[in-house]
C-alpha cells in the first residue's frame, strides 16, 4: 500500500483559478487516492465549503479574483493549505494566521512533495479536531461541577 493513501474516502476542495495548475493538483491528489473537488473561484468555494460537510481539507490559491484565498479562508470551517506564487513573506505569515491554516504549497507545484504534504496536514487537521474535543469535554465537565 501506498503510504500516502488515506485509510477512508478523504475529500479535498482544491480551489485554484488557473485550469492547468488545478487541474495537475487535482490529479496528483487523485493518484494519491484522494476525492478532489475542484473549484475556480473564491465565491462557488465558500458556498461548496458550507454545504459540503465531507471535505476533509480545502487547497486555496492566494490569489482568486474576486474573492481571495485569504477570504475565502476566513469564511469557512475546513483545514486549509494555501497555495501562492507570492514570494511576499507578509502575504503568507498573514494566511498562516487564519484559523485553519496547516501549511502553504509555492507555485510551480513539486508534485513530489504534494502527498507527504498533504498527508500531513491531514494528521494535524484530526490532531486539532481531538483537542478540540477534548477541550469542549473538559468545559463541560467543569461546568457541572
Partial sequence: MNNTQPTETTT??????????R???????SKHGYEVIKVDNG???KIIAKTNHNINLAILDISLPGMSGLEVATQINIPFILLTAHRDES??????????ALDYIIKPLNLDNIGPKIKYALY??????IRSRLFEQESKTRELE
Fill in 12 to 21: 479535498i476542495m482544491v480551489v485554484e483559478d488557473d485550469q492547468t495548475q
Fill in 23 to 29: 487541474n495537475i493538483l487535482s490529479k496528483a491528489l
Fill in 43 to 45: 465565491e462557488d468555494a
Fill in 91 to 100: 502575504i503568507v505569515q498573514e494566511g498562516l494566521n487564519i484559523p485553519g
Fill in 124 to 129: 494535524l487537521s484530526r490532531q486539532l479536531a
